[in-house]
């Protein structure tokens, strides 16, 4: 039966053959390795992912095609919202994840993750051009923001390739990338939520010098240390705001 895309999950399944070998290719998975696929679909990059693994966990939300991919002897099956995923439950370390992410929820996708980074090899994700370009955006560009910054704490990134909108059924109406993140072996150790915060109010006006913005923020937490308030969000690097939270805590 043919299986027709829903618009509430954000569904948009690659078609494009060349594409597929690409990303697999990129992916360079190797027989027995533990894999986890987000957002399966139609099965177009789990049946060549799962002939080089031998077995793959998949994820996936529509009940419709989750009873589809039971059928398959090589997968494992969670029926579930990714976002109320436990991944330690499926592998404690050593752990590839991959996956055309729904665009919609992408960004929750991602910091959902990071708990888990400790017990991930790599992560390989379709994602939005905008956001890639977002998550690997150097300091002095406009793409640079609070994603940025949360997400190089814990992981080194590369777009990996570029994908246009004729490569899906239905055809997103943004261009798409790969996006390679390979987390840090000893990331710096800090509360991920004071950071969360911190950057959130710093990037909040970003085209004013942050004294406008991040100066009251710490003042009414008292801070009294040397961070450069004389500059912009976008100016400062990822490791500042992260001595700074560092102090803070």
């Known amino acids: 039966m043919r299986h027709i895309p829903r618009k509430r999950f954000g569904q948009h399944f690659l078609t494009d053959a060349t594409i597929i070998g690409a990303i697999v290719d990129a992916i360079a998975p190797e027989a027995g390795q533990q894999m986890v696929e987000i957002g399966p679909g139609l099965a177009a990059m789990t049946q060549p992912l799962v002939e080089r693994l031998g077995h793959l966990t998949v994820i996936e939300l529509d009940r419709d095609l989750a009873a589809r991919l039971r059928g398959h002897g090589q997968l494992t099956v969670v ?24 665009y919609n929820i992408s960004t929750p996708i991602l910091f959902h993750l990071l708990p888990f980074a400790h017990g991930v090899i790599d992560q390989h994700f379709m994602l939005q051009k905008e956001v890639v370009d977002r998550m690997v955006a150097k300091p002095c560009t406009a793409d640079y923001g609070r994603l940025s910054v949360i997400l190089q704490w814990r992981y080194a990134m590369e777009n990996v390739l570029h994908v246009p909108p004729e490569a899906f059924n239905p055809p997103p109406r943004v261009q798409s990338a790969l996006v390679r993140m390979l987390p840090h072996a000893k990331p710096v150790a800090l509360d991920v939520l004071l950071l969360s915060a911190l950057v959130q109010v710093a990037f909040s006006q970003r085209r004013k010098l942050m004294r406008h913005s991040l100066g009251p923020w710490l003042a009414q937490r008292s801070y009294d240390g040397n961070f450069d308030l004389a500059r912009r969000a976008e100016e400062v690097p990822v490791q500042a705001y992260l001595d700074l939270v560092r102090e803070l805590a």
Do not use: A
């Open 79 to 102: 029926e579930s919202d990714v976002l109320r995923v436990d991944f330690s439950q499926i592998s404690q370390s050593g752990l590839r994840v991959v996956g055309n992410l729904p």
